[in-house]
Every structure is written in structure tokens, then in C-alpha cells.
């Protein structure tokens, strides 16, 4: 069971680093990258039922002590974040051959690379490491936005280069500040540390901005539309699946874990998550592109999952969890529904674009259900999740809470029909068909297909993610009550 957690982190390393030698054979990397994600998912869905009772998983890398040793652990909340993450990893990697997006020879070995530094930052058991494997996902991702080496690719770098450089240097002075306080940076040593110690709170709360700037939280948030909008549309698509949730993956545990829910600090969360979800959709309502739309949406779906966080029940808990996991493949979807209009036509702005749907109608049923289920709307998982929220926030009494989020929803619906109405419905736009073979317009669009799917049998049968939502905010909630085995 121990070798378990650790294969999500060293499988991609150990085959980007061999890729490596292989500059030349494109086909090999192909192969490889896909063989060894699918592996990583294997993995995750067999420590998913590993640890689906409760149980977490602890793994010390060489036996050494707590204190120095590199400690991976896997909890119900972890596997689930590593089996959305997978899932996407291995799609996005098929639509980058399928639309020749792969072709640089260091693209697959970036793309493990930061796979791997987002999974271990998903199982540490430390902050210190925590920053560590941020920066492991973070390094490959400042060369895959430039890796193309256009204007516009240098644009978009240079933002996003400048803010997680700053973010990570707040990440490690508040992660220094928490062990000058408390002598420790095991999370299962700093438990309830924020509420027991003023200074402990204040660490942790430089932390929490660390990764609230990560995250793209308003108000620190205009670096994500400005750089994912640029970037090249399978890139955007890894990126919206990994680096801004494993971000908010860390606040929700750091808070969880550090805070304890704590009351004093829960209103300014709730306060973050309203802002962000309406600035979120204001921003995206008055936008001419599909990447940049979505992108400022990015920042209006966080703020769902944080209202989660803001009302600190076991029942909101779970909405969040459940939110957050469906949102990754909902909006690696869209991305990679983007990623195949563009290569089928080469822009995705919307004045260029038009009457797609009876030419793709099979890449237009893709977005839609995607879209829909962003919006909220059933049979999609969507609906459920924003459901959840919505009821716990009525059984807390946050009426406000209630009506921004089914006011966003709405919004979020006229974007969609937005693109809808502009680049798959209507005449065809002036935007001429690229020299794109046919077999490579259909794997591109099933790529996007596949999550679609997805989303709408997490859906249609959403019992089981449920159940597993419910056992991840146990965790949260009473993060010293679940037993350990230790390998």
C-alpha cells in the first residue's frame, strides 16, 4: 500500500527525466506520457478505495524520522483531488497530440513534471514541502507558457512569471514564521495552532494569502485572466485543472487543519468568496474571447467553493469538496472544447467564429454539457454541487450567500449562451477552416467529450461522490480522529 502513494509522485518524474534522452522520437514521448498518466490514475482510483472508509495512508520516504523525513499521506479528500487531477493530466495529453500542440520535445516531459510537483503537493504532510512541490509544478509551467516562444506567449509568462514569484515568497516567509511560532511545519502538529496562538494565526494567515494569490481569489486575481487568455489552449486546459486547484486545495486544508473553523476568521472568507464569485462573472459577461470568458469564470467558480469553506458545517464541507472536484473535469472540459475550435479554425475569439455546430456537432454537444453544467443545471454535476452549497447556506441562515450565488448562476448561463449563440449557433464566421487532418479533429474533440461524459454520469449517479465528499469533510473537520497506517 505504501508504494501506492508515492507513485503519482515518481512515476511522472522518473519517465520525464528518461523522455529526456528521447528528444527525437515524438511518437515514444507520445506513448509514454499517456502510459504513464494512466498509470498515475490507476494508482489514485486504487488509493481512493483504499482509503474511502476514513483511513489515511502514511508513507515516511526511507524510514527516517518525522522530523526530517519527505512524509506523503493520502486521505479520502487527497485521492479524490489526485483522481480529478489524473483524469485530466491524461486527457489534455491526448488532445496535445491530437492537435500537434506536443510537438517541442520537452512539452510531455514538462507536462509529468509539473503532474508530479502538483500530486506531491496534494499528499505532503508538511508546509515546507508543500512549498517545495508548488514550486516543482510551477517551475515546468513558466516554460510551457512560453514554450512556443510568440509575443503573445511572452506577454502572458511575464505576468503569471512575476505573480507566483511573488506569491512563493510570501508562501515561504509565512511558512517560516509558522515554525519560528510554533516549532514545527507537520500539519499534524499544528492543528487548532491558530486559534491556540496570535502569532501562530498571524503565520498562518500570510500562508493563507500565500496561496489565496495562488489560487486567484479576488482580490488578487487579474493576473489569471491576463495570462491563461494568451497561452496556448491545451496549456490553459492543464493549467485550469492543476495549479489554481492544488492552490485551493492547500488553503482549504491549511485553514481546516490550522484555524479549525474558527469563527473569527470564517467572515472574511465569506466575504473573499461573495466578491469573487460576482467580480468573477462581472468580468467574464463583458469579454470577446472563449479563453479569456472562461478564464475570468475560473475566478467566479472559486468563490463557490470557498462559500463552502466560509460556513464551516459538515454538510458545506462536503458541498465544497464535491464542488471542487467536478469543477476540475467541468472546467478542463471547456478548455479543451476551446482548444479543439482552435485548432479546427485557429482563433477562439468570438466575432470570428460561428455556426459550428452543424459543422462539429459532436465538439458543440461537448461544450454544451460542459456549460451547462457550469451553470448548474441538471443532469449535470453541476447542479448538485451548486445545490449543496446552496442548501447548506440556507440551513446556516446566509441568505446573502444564497442570492449572490443563484444571481452568478444566471450570469454564468448568459456567458455560455454567449459563446453558444456566437461561435456554435448562427452563420459561419469569417475564421477559415486550419489544414487539420480529420482523425486529428476527432481525437481533439473527444478529449473534451470524454470530461463532458463525465461530469454528466457524476451527475446522473452522484451518490458514491457523495458518500466520499462526506467522508473527506470528516477529515476536515476532525483532522486528528481518522486512524493512520503508516508504511
Not at 499528499?123 to 510551477?138: A, G, K, P, S, Y
Not at 467536478?326 to 472544447?337: D, E, G, M, R, W
Not at 451553470?375 to 452549497?389: E, I, N, Q, R
Amino acid at each position: 500500500m505504501g508504494s501506492l502513494v508515492v507513485v503519482p509522485v515518481v512515476a511522472p518524474l522518473a519517465t520525464a527525466a528518461v523522455l529526456l534522452a528521447f528528444a527525437r522520437r515524438r511518437a515514444l514521448r507520445r506513448v509514454a506520457g499517456l502510459v504513464v498518466s494512466g498509470v498515475v490514475l490507476v494508482a489514485a482510483v486504487c488509493l481512493l478505495i483504499l482509503v474511502r472508509d476514513g483511513s489515511v495512508l502514511v508513507v515516511r520516504i526511507g524510514g527516517w524520522a518525522p522530523v526530517v523525513a519527505i512524509g506523503f499521506a493520502a486521505d479520502t479528500f487527497t485521492a479524490l483531488m489526485l483522481c480529478a487531477a489524473a483524469l485530466v493530466v491524461l486527457v489534455c495529453l491526448a488532445s496535445a497530440a491530437a492537435t500537434g500542440q506536443d510537438g517541442h520535445p520537452f512539452f510531455v516531459p514538462l507536462a509529468l513534471v509539473l503532474a508530479a510537483g502538483a500530486n506531491g503537493a496534494l499528499l505532503t504532510v508538511d508546509l515546507f514541502n508543500l512549498f517545495v512541490l508548488i514550486e516543482v509544478m510551477l517551475v515546468p509551467s513558466y516554460v510551457l507558457l512560453a514554450l512556443r516562444g510568440e509575443a503573445r506567449d511572452m506577454r502572458a509568462s511575464r505576468v503569471y512569471v512575476a505573480t507566483n514569484l511573488l506569491a512563493s515568497t510570501l508562501l515561504l516567509t509565512g511558512v517560516g514564521l509558522l515554525y519560528g511560532v510554533s516549532g514545527t511545519v507537520q500539519l499534524a502538529e499544528l492543528v487548532g495552532a491558530g486559534r491556540e496562538s496570535s502569532p501562530a494565526a498571524l503565520a498562518g494567515g500570510l500562508v493563507l494569502v500565500a496561496l489565496a494569490l495562488k489560487s486567484a481569489v479576488v482580490p488578487v486575481h487579474a493576473w489569471l485572466p491576463r495570462s491563461y487568455s494568451d497561452a496556448p489552449p491545451v496549456v490553459v486546459a492543464l493549467f485550469s485543472g492543476l495549479l489554481t486547484k492544488v492552490g485551493l486545495y492547500a488553503l482549504i486544508r491549511v485553514f481546516a487543519v490550522v484555524y479549525g473553523g474558527a469563527a473569527d476568521y470564517l467572515w472574511i472568507i465569506g466575504v473573499v468568496a461573495l466578491v469573487s464569485m460576482v467580480v468573477g462573472v462581472l468580468g467574464a459577461v463583458g469579454e470577446h474571447s472563449m479563453r479569456r470568458i472562461l478564464s475570468f469564470h475560473m475566478v467566479s467558480q472559486i468563490g463557490y467553493v470557498l462559500l463552502g469553506l466560509a460556513l464551516f458545517t459538515e454538510a458545506s464541507l462536503t458541498a465544497a469538496i464535491f464542488y471542487l472536484v467536478q469543477y476540475i473535469l467541468v472546467k478542463a472540459a471547456l478548455f479543451l472544447s476551446v482548444a479543439a475550435v482552435h485548432a479546427d479554425r485557429g482563433t477562439d475569439r468570438l466575432a470570428s467564429l460561428g455556426g459550428l455546430a452543424a459543422t462539429r456537432p459532436i465538439l458543440a454537444m461537448s461544450f454544451a454539457g460542459a456549460a451547462l453544467s457550469l451553470a448548474g443545471l441538471p443532469p449535470f454535476s453541476g447542479f448538485l454541487a451548486k445545490f449543496l452549497l446552496i442548501r447548506a447556506a440556507v440551513d446556516s441562515g446566509a441568505w446573502l450567500a444564497v442570492a449572490v450565488a443563484l444571481g452568478v448562476s444566471l450570469l454564468t448561463l448568459t456567458s455560455m449562451l454567449k459563446i453558444w449563440g456566437s461561435v456554435f449557433w448562427g452563420p459561419p464566421g469569417p475564421a477559415e477552416p486550419v489544414a487539420l487532418g480529420e482523425g486529428a479533429r476527432t481525437w481533439a474533440t473527444a478529449s473534451a467529450l470524454t470530461l463532458a461524459v463525465v461530469t454528466l454520469l457524476l451527475g446522473l449517479a452522484a451518490q458514491q461522490l457523495l458518500v466520499l465528499s462526506g467522508e473527506a469533510a470528516t477529515g476536515l473537520t476532525d483532522p486528528v480522529e481518522h486512524p493512520r497506517v503508516e508504511r
